[in-house]
């Protein structure tokens, strides 16, 4: 069994696929081509968002936004450190310097609860990260940036398709963030990623930026970054819109049923806590373990691969040590000890995931 499954994915959406990109070699506009603007259209339709901008990944979607945001030097941007170092990595290289809070323990995602705390006279946005495929605490985080006039970049690059108090990610802030990357939950087959905003002048900003701060060909009015999409890879992902609201059903549909069989083989097993009030696209089903690496182990030799995601909070990372003190964000630092996930995607079987829940019910026996 793969730990995700793009195979059987492309054996369903073949036809599609191809007939996408033999169009685009046929007409050979390789940049910005038709192909880019029809994937931005059908993602502004799915979100609600007002714009979207393709980017040539998640990670430049984030230092895009950031650019847009005419980050200064010393300027502060508040994160969790339990991410994909990309959050942390593109405040930095926009001149910043991430804060970090620490995150719920039930979650996983930043707790709003104590973001205030962190915000000084520097503080420039909040980057909360939609971990796992569930959006974050949007509502008190916006809230929190409204009375203190800061921006709101959701890094949402695996949590597109998911749903929040009847709104999709990626339309709930200032800014929101995606990843084609191709095992997120809309991925490409390569690189790509895509901005969501509903401010024109911040659309227009990252627009501009994304090609090297032209405001019209050959005059460059800001500094920019060579941050376009391929035509190609908007055909993959058009391609593969075809079955997305499916995808995202049977993610929801297959999360519950490893709620359901995981609580009733392993009792005591501790799961990712979802709010009532939003879904989790399960970008990774991740469930709490101890003893991680022998059970990753007794996994394995049953056939049934997993991964981490992540093993060290960011300000345990050398290049991040310096954004904070070792013993910060102790639930961070908890998760990334036990976290463990398991394989996901919409054509996993439900053979294959009673063969997961049997295999795991007997690692922890
Ligand atoms: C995948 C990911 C990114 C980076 O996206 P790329 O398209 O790989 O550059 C950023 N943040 C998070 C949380 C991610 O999971």
């Known amino acids: 069994m793969d730990f995700i499954d793009l195979k059987s994915q492309y054996a369903a959406l073949r036809d599609n696929i191809n007939a996408r990109i033999q169009k685009v070699l046929d007409h050979g506009q390789y940049i910005l081509g038709p192909e880019v603007k029809e994937m931005e259209e059908a993602l502004v339709a799915y979100t609600g968002a007002k714009h979207c901008i393709s980017v040539a990944s998640g990670t430049e979607a984030l230092l895009i936004c950031l650019m847009a945001l005419d980050l200064q030097p010393g300027d502060e941007v508040i994160t969790s450190p339990f991410t994909f170092a990309a959050t942390a990595e593109m405040i930095v290289l926009a001149g910043g310097v991430p804060v970090f809070v620490d995150i719920q323990p039930g979650t996983a995602n930043i707790d709003p609860t104590l973001i205030e705390a962190a915000i000084t006279a520097r503080t420039k946005a909040i980057m909360p990260v939609s971990l796992y495929g569930q959006v974050a605490d949007m509502d008190a985080i916006n809230t929190i940036a409204g009375k203190h006039g ?51 002048k911040l659309a227009q900003a990252c627009r501009e930026i994304r090609t090297h701060g032209q405001s019209q060909r050959y005059l460059h009015t800001r500094i920019g970054v060579g941050g376009r999409m391929d035509t190609l890879q908007c055909a993959v992902v058009l391609g593969k819109l075809d079955r997305f609201e499916w995808e995202v059903r049977r993610r929801l549909e297959l999360g519950e049923a490893y709620r359901a069989k995981l609580s009733a083989a392993i009792p005591g097993l501790q799961l990712l806590e979802v709010k009532g009030d939003r879904d989790c696209v399960w970008a990774q089903y991740t469930v709490f373990v101890d003893d991680r690496e022998a059970v990753q182990a007794r996994l394995k030799a049953a056939g049934v691969p997993t991964a981490v995601h992540y093993p060290r909070p960011l300000h345990h990372q050398p290049a991040y040590a310096k954004y904070g003190k070792p013993e910060d964000c102790p639930h961070s630092i908890d998760a990334a000890q036990r976290v463990m996930s398991l394989p996901m995607s919409a054509d996993l079987t439900e053979e294959q995931q009673d063969q997961v829940v049997a295999a795991l019910a007997q690692a922890l026996a």
Do not use: H, M, W
Request: net charge negative; proline share 4%; aromatic share 14%.
């Open 150 to 200: 800061l921006a709101v970049i959701e890094d949402a690059a695996q949590s597109f398709g998911a749903s929040y108090n009847g709104k999709k990610s990626c339309n709930l802030s200032t800014f929101g963030c995606t990843s084609f990357f191709p095992s997120k939950p809309l991925g490409c087959y390569g690189d790509g990623g895509a901005i969501f905003t509903s401010d024109d």
